[in-house]
């Protein structure tokens, strides 16, 4: 398996604009969930899916952001629009049965 | 809020060396996972160990979860320049099978 496949790796965008980030999930997992980390707060849970359903986003900022999960291989976070503060390194993650977590190799967001 | 903390945040070795890093948690859990992330990857899932469970191995690694304190111990023997991550506890202490990591600990190991 090629693992949690996240798309793009890298993206600047300027203030105001959307920006959608995308997600695969290991085939056969049945949890996804988004992380963001920067250096000041950490790693911060912002949303988690079973089987595709959006079970707590209590941790998503605000609603500039979403996220859905429309079939049981995509996921997608969307920040529409986008602020400065929003910078930060984006991870998804999924598992089965919610033991051992495997990460993507995360998407670093610049908003200038 | 963070639901685990590690100690120390930077820890500074000479390969050979042990290196034992710390995580306090606040509310019960089911498990502890460790995590280790090279700098700019994702993370990577070392050891699990669960709430009826107070030591675990794997190859030279070593957990140790103290349920009372609400404490758990990561311990890497004899290290190697290989090692130098920043290393995570995650515990699942909301009960939706969600992780909640601390900040970490930066180890730095020299050859």
């Known amino acids: 398996d090629a693992g949690v496949i996240q798309s793009p790796r890298h993206e600047v965008t300027e203030m105001g604009q959307e920006v959608t980030l995308r997600c695969k999930p290991i085939s056969g997992h049945n949890s996804l969930f988004w992380y963001r980390q920067t250096m000041m707060r950490g790693l911060e849970l912002l949303i988690y899916?079973?089987?595709?359903?959006?079970?707590?986003d209590s941790g998503m900022p605000e609603d500039r952001f979403s996220a859905k999960m429309p079939n049981a291989s995509f996921s997608t976070l969307k920040i529409q629009p986008s602020e400065p503060r929003d910078s930060a390194v984006y991870f998804c993650a999924s598992t089965l049965g919610g033991d051992e977590a495997f990460f993507g190799q995360g998407t670093r967001l610049t908003v200038v | 809020s963070q639901q685990g903390e590690e100690d120390p945040q930077a820890l500074s070795i000479q390969e050979g060396e042990n290196a034992t890093m710390n995580c306090s948690y606040k509310?019960?859990?089911?498990?502890l996972q460790w995590y280790r992330q090279n700098s700019g990857r994702g993370l990577v899932h070392l050891i699990l160990i669960r709430s009826n469970e107070r030591e675990k191995h794997s190859g030279r690694l070593r957990v140790t979860l103290d349920t009372s304190k609400k404490s758990s111990s990561l311990l890497i023997t004899a290290s190697r320049a290989a090692d130098t991550a920043s290393y995570f506890c995650a515990t699942d202490a909301r009960g939706y099978s969600t992780l909640t990591f601390g900040k970490g600990t930066m180890l730095l190991v020299s050859p």
């Open positions: 899916f079973n089987n595709n359903v959006p079970i707590d």
């Open positions: 509310t019960s859990i089911n498990n």
